[in-house]
């Protein structure tokens, strides 16, 4: 956002003080993305199916004991080892593989 006013002061502003404004701008943008590169790293990511764990689903087909359900709009195989109805929802517990564990 920095380099955007940088170039508008510039373009607008008369010629000793766009030069001024341009000169100074830069390191200020400079430091901006070295805070930003520096906060990006030291955040966590969570990716993959364990993050699926402890959300709730919707249950598609019936799970005696295999069945579907459907978690933010992917469907998943999964068990249920007490059953689930569809219509029901249903808690991820677990996984095995590409299968979800639930439970009611």
């Known amino acids: ?47 993959g199916a364990q993050t699926l764990i402890g959300r709730e689903a919707a249950v598609i087909r019936a799970c005696e004991p295999r069945g579907q359900v459907r978690l933010d709009g992917e469907i998943w195989e999964a068990r249920c080892d007490e059953g689930a109805a569809v219509g029901e929802t249903v808690r991820v517990v677990d996984r095995d593989g590409l299968t979800l564990i639930v439970a009611r």
């Open 1 to 47: 956002m920095l380099i955007i006013l940088a170039f508008i002061l510039l373009i607008f502003l008369p010629y000793p003080w766009n030069i001024v404004a341009f000169v100074g701008i830069i390191p200020i943008w400079i430091l901006e993305l070295i805070g930003w590169n520096r906060t990006m790293k030291r955040r966590h990511k969570v990716v």
